[in-house]
T-cell receptor, first 112, second 117 residues
Framework: EDKVVQSPLSLVVHEGDTVTLNCSYE??????LLWYKQEKKAPTFLFML????IEKKSGRLSSILDKKELSSILNITATQTGDSAIYLC????????????FGQGTELSVKP | GAVVSQHPSWVICKSGTSVKIECRSL??????MFWYRQFPKQSLMLMAT?????????EQGVEKDKFLINHASLTLSTLTVTSAHPEDSSFYIC?????????????FGQGTRLTVV
């Protein structure tokens, strides 16, 4: 059975801290792994990692895919209160036109 | 990026009534759309895959007679929650990927918060 597992499930840090969120996956015919940030509404896209693009960076956020370990991490440096959200990791199911399997999510709370 | 519009963003209905939620791809054609449900403090759970011009594919445990899906055009899918009950109260989100481009990012609608009283 295809599955995506995230850890930790929740995390509380203070502004300025660096955090690392983890995602592991077991899917047949892996194509890509995606990270989303969800605040009060629908998820917003952060990164997509594939075999040809295993490392992505945008500002204080960065992500790495480890195909050998079947995992990915999302790093956030110099955290701000605005980073407080649920971070979701998902993978595509091969050849099913956009069907995603999501992990449980990591709820990040950044305190002032 | 591509835009997916979902309507309404929130709805309150009485128990026993039906509610329709629309999901539109505004600037691209989507032969396939997906419907997710999210309970508080939980992740997104796929309910069904909506296929243009054919029947939807439901995930295990999702009642197809209760959650009616219609995908009549390449830009519109609808989810109707029939005979809603309080336990159907949840956040419903649709998504779509650019047709013919597997593995590209999925675009999400804004979500619909359904409250059944």
């Amino acid at each position: 059975e295809d599955k995506v597992v995230q850890s930790p499930l929740s995390l509380v840090v203070h502004e300025g801290d660096t955090v690392t969120l983890n995602c592991s996956y077991e899917v047949t015919n892996f194509r890509s792994l995606l990270w989303y940030k969800q605040e009060k509404k629908a998820p917003t896209f952060l990164f997509m990692l594939t075999s040809s693009g295993i490392e992505k960076k945008s500002g204080r956020l960065s992500s790495i895919l480890d195909k050998k370990e079947l995992s990915s991490i999302l790093n956030i440096t110099a955290t701000q209160t605005g980073d407080s959200a649920i971070y979701l990791c998902a993978t595509y199911i091969y050849n099913q036109g956009g069907k995603l399997i999501f992990g449980q999510g990591t709820e990040l709370s950044v305190k002032p | 990026g591509a835009v997916v519009s979902q309507h309404p963003s929130w709805v309150i209905c009485k128990s026993g009534t039906s509610v329709k939620i629309e999901c539109r791809s505004l600037d691209f054609q989507a032969t396939t759309m997906f419907w997710y449900r999210q309970f508080p403090k939980q992740s997104l759970m796929l309910m069904a895959t909506s296929n243009e011009g054919s029947k939807a594919t439901y995930e295990q445990g999702v009642e197809k007679d209760k959650f009616l899906i219609n995908h009549a055009s390449l830009t519109l899918s609808t989810l109707t929650v029939t005979s809603a009950h309080p336990e159907d109260s949840s956040f419903y989100i649709c998504s779509a990927a650019l047709s013919g481009l597997p593995g590209t990012e999925a675009f999400f609608g804004q979500g619909t918060r359904l409250t059944v009283v």
